[in-house]
Every structure is written in C-alpha cells, then in structure tokens.
C-alpha cells in the first residue's frame, strides 16, 4: 500500500494496557498529523508535527502521547485509556511548503474495553 | 476560537438532483477551504479545494464558491449519482504556518436511486 499507511487496523485494548499506533508516510512530506474521529466530534485535531517538532497539542490528555522521530513516521502511544477513547484514529500528511493538501491514511479502530 | 460549521447534518436527493453544503468559518485570516468524502469504511479523500484568491472553482460535477465577505464556503454537486452518497466534510486553515486544518462536522449525503 503507497501513501499513508496505518497499523493496527483494528485494536482492542483494556484500560490498563499500553499500546502504539503506527502511522507511516511515503509521500516526502514534511508534515503529520493524528485526528480523532468520533460520532461525537467527527474530525478533531490531536497532534501536529512539522519538520519533526511537535508544533501543537490541542488539549489532548496525557495518556496520549505522539512520537515522531522522522519525518516519515508517527507514533501514537496509548496508556491507561478510557472507554470513550474509543474512535477512529486518523493519520494525515501534508508537504507543507508546497501544497495545504492532506492525504489521510486508513485509520486504526480502536474499541477499549 | 477556530470554528467551522457546516450544514445540513444530513441530506437526501433523488438521482439527478443537485445538493448544495454550506459551511462558515469564524477566522478571516483563513485562505484555503477543502472538501473532502469520506467513504462508508473509507478513509476521508480531497475532492476539492478552494484559495482565499479565487470565488468559485468547478471540477466535472462538483464545485465550490467562497464568499469572503460573509466568510462562508458552499459544495454543489449536480447530477448526482448513487456513488456520491458519501459523509462530506468542509475545512478550513486557520493558521498557515501550522497547516492544520479545523474540520466542520460533517454532511451525510444519501442519493436516492
């Protein structure tokens, strides 16, 4: 699969569990990012990383927690989650300098139990 | 703070009718209005886009018009076919530098055949 890519699909976790999603970019782009898609709020911005730096949390909780050590690859890390954590979990690329475009990957369902 | 909305929540056509989804946005300093379709199961794609410079921009069947002024953005579909029964999305940057897109909540489009 080409573009954005995203692992697990799916995730079942316990609220005690830590658990990673992966997300990985292989367009060249400079940017990622991690929504959360809910019935609740539909498309909801968590994380933006340009050039690698973490350039915005919006009022995320702390038992989530992003991780981009290149600009190919992000990383959402998962501890202590609550049963309304349970969403879709998107991520998105864009090349920054050339174009406000953003090319979304898969999405990993994520159920805590 | 940074807001988009978008109606109606929901909408039905018969085939061949047209469907128009509007969205405003509180930011005057936004300058590039996406759409995108969002698949049942599907990841959200861009079908369109609009710059902050331009007032209407039509591709095939699908089309956008921006009022600047009144600080709303419009999607219009004619022709419709059963495949664009679809959730919609409207976006709008609010903060160039960060490229970060703030998402309306959503338009679901159901084509009668």
């Known amino acids: 699969e080409t573009g954005v890519t995203q692992t697990p699909r799916h995730l079942v976790m316990g609220m005690t569990n830590k658990k990673s999603l992966k997300c990985e970019q292989h367009l060249g782009h400079n940017a990622m990012y991690w929504y959360k898609q809910s019935a609740k709020k539909p498309l909801e911005l968590m994380f933006v990383?340009?050039?690698?730096?973490?350039?915005e949390n919006n009022s995320v909780p702390s038992r989530f927690s992003p991780e981009c050590p290149n600009s190919s690859h992000l990383f959402l890390h998962l501890h202590t989650l609550q049963p309304e954590d349970s969403a879709l979990y998107l991520c998105?690329?864009?090349?920054?300098?050339?174009?406000?475009?953003?090319?979304f990957g898969p999405g990993t369902r994520l159920t805590v139990t | 703070g940074e807001n988009v909305e978008q109606h109606p929540s929901t909408l039905s056509v018969q085939e061949g009718d047209s469907a128009v989804i509007k969205c405003t946005y509180s930011?005057?300093?936004?300058?590039?209005f996406p759409w995108y379709k969002q698949e049942l199961g599907k990841r959200p794609q861009l079908i369109i886009d609009?710059?902050?410079?331009?007032g209407e921009k039509k591709d095939q069947r699908i089309a956008v018009t921006l009022n600047k002024t009144a600080k709303h953005f419009s999607l219009h579909i004619t022709e419709t076919q059963p495949e664009d029964s679809a959730v919609y999305f409207c976006?709008?940057?609010?903060?160039?530098?960060?490229?970060?897109?703030?998402f309306g909540s959503g338009t679901r489009l159901q084509v009668q055949p």
């Open positions: 609009i710059r902050s410079n331009v």
């Open positions: 998105a690329s864009s090349p920054v300098t050339q174009s406000y475009e953003q090319y």
């Open positions: 930011d005057s300093a936004s300058n590039y």
């Open positions: 990383y340009s050039l690698e730096e973490r350039v």
């Open positions: 976006a709008a940057t609010f903060d160039t530098g960060r490229r970060a897109l703030t």
